[in-house]
T-cell receptor
Framework: KQEVTQIPAALSVPEGENLVLNCSFTDSAIYNLQWFRQDPGKGLTSLLLIQSSQREQTSGRLNASLDKSSGRSTLYIAASQPGDSATYLC?????????FGGGTRVLVKP | GAGVSQSPRYKVAKRGQDVALRCDPISGHVSLFWYQQALGQGPEFLTY????????KSGLPSDRFFAERPEGSVSTLKIQRTQQEDSAVYLC??????????????FGPGTRLTVL
């Protein structure tokens, strides 16, 4: 069974600190990897999509990297703000399967 | 509409009751996905439609779960004889692309189902 693991499950940082969120997967076969944020009571908002041929994507304070050989993706959020508090989910598409990680709940304290 | 919408947003059902959850995808999106998200966990894939064709239903947990998209736009997820373990948020997503390879999905707000 494909597994996508996100560690840590929860993270609390003071405002201004950089955030590093990890996503690891057991099967290196991959079409694309996507990072989402989920706010309580709301759906998922896409942050960054990395195709299998790419190594990273950047958008504003966000940077996501993909290392297929080690089965890992990392989401960096620079200079965190209280508005970054949410659950961050990674998702991997491979074959005909779509697999989400369990998420990392982030709290940025003012 | 501008995004994916789902209704109802909240549903409370008594055990054994049938429920129907609706998803309105972004207009023109050919792909539609259903996911089940238990509390504190990531979403789990249920089923995938390309237009009106249900190409993958491998994630449906039992034959009590049934999904349809008869005209290739609105989709309904039906759960028969609901059980307490069916309590979860049911998410719908749509995409303008076909299949999973080059895909960016847009998610609705979800329907929170509570089975008493």
């Amino acid at each position: 069974k494909q597994e996508v693991t996100q560690i840590p499950a929860a993270l609390s940082v003071p405002e201004g600190e950089n955030l590093v969120l990890n996503c690891s997967f057991t099967d290196s076969a991959i079409y694309n990897l996507q990072w989402f944020r989920q706010d309580p009571g709301k759906g998922l908002t896409s942050l960054l999509l990395i195709q299998s041929s790419q190594r990273e994507q950047t958008s504003g304070r966000l940077n996501a990297s993909l290392d297929k050989s080690s089965g890992r993706s990392t989401l960096y959020i620079a200079a965190s703000q209280p508005g970054d508090s949410a659950t961050y989910l990674c998702y991997k598409a491979a074959g005909n399967k779509l697999t989400f990680g369990g998420g990392t709940r982030v709290l940025v304290k003012p | 509409g501008a995004g994916v919408s789902q209704s109802p947003r909240y549903k409370v059902a008594k055990r054994g009751q049938d429920v129907a959850l609706r998803c309105d995808p972004i207009s023109g999106h050919v792909s539609l996905f259903w996911y089940q998200q238990a509390l504190g966990q990531g979403p789990e894939f249920l089923t995938y439609f390309q237009n009106e064709a249900q190409l993958d239903k491998s994630g449906l947990p039992s034959d009590r779960f049934f999904a349809e998209r008869p005209e290739g736009s609105v989709s309904t997820l039906k759960i028969q004889r609901t059980q307490q373990e069916d309590s979860a948020v049911y998410l719908c997503a749509s995409s303008s692309k076909v299949g999973l390879k080059v895909n960016e999905q847009f998610f609705g707000p979800g329907t929170r189902l509570t089975v008493l």
